[in-house]
């Protein structure tokens, strides 16, 4: 499991992908709900800003750099499951279409049939 998320070998199916994906934002979610509570349903923005406090935004901060290095190393084996470079994930920061060709390359394109120059093929170990 932590080579799943936090290595950078090997492949991914997409339900691999979506799971992760999956994860981060349900962990997200009770995160913010915890630290925020009721400070967010107010809608007011200074006692949002109270909630937000110096521990809080450390904790956010610890969270949102480990939720980007799995969400990296989560993509980039799914360029290796389609038999591209790591190096692919850089598209999402070509303006407009960028992020699409991610999701699209990552979250819906099947990945290569049998073994490929990254390793063998994640749903024939299933």
């Not at 979506?18 to 995160?31: K, P, Q, T």
């Not at 107010?42 to 809080?56: H, K, L, R």
């Not at 470079?85 to 049998?114: A, D, K, M, N, Q």
Request: aromatic share 12%; glycine share 12%.
């Amino acid at each position: 499991m932590t080579d799943l998320l936090f290595g950078f070998q090997g492949r991914a199916n997409r339900a691999k992908f979506w799971l992760v994906a999956l994860g981060i934002l349900v962990v997200e979610v009770i995160l913010f709900a915890v630290i925020l509570g009721g400070a967010a349903m107010s809608g007011d923005p200074e006692q949002i800003a109270a909630a937000m406090g110096p521990v809080a935004s450390i904790i956010v901060l610890i969270f949102a750099v480990v939720a980007t290095w799995i969400s990296i190393a989560v993509a980039v084996k799914r360029y290796h499951d389609r038999n591209k470079s790591g190096w692919w994930v850089l598209i999402v920061f070509v303006p407009v279409i960028g992020g699409l060709w991610y999701l699209i390359e990552c979250g819906f394109l099947r990945g290569t049939s049998g073994p490929n120059n990254y390793g063998p093929d994640p749903l024939a170990m299933a």
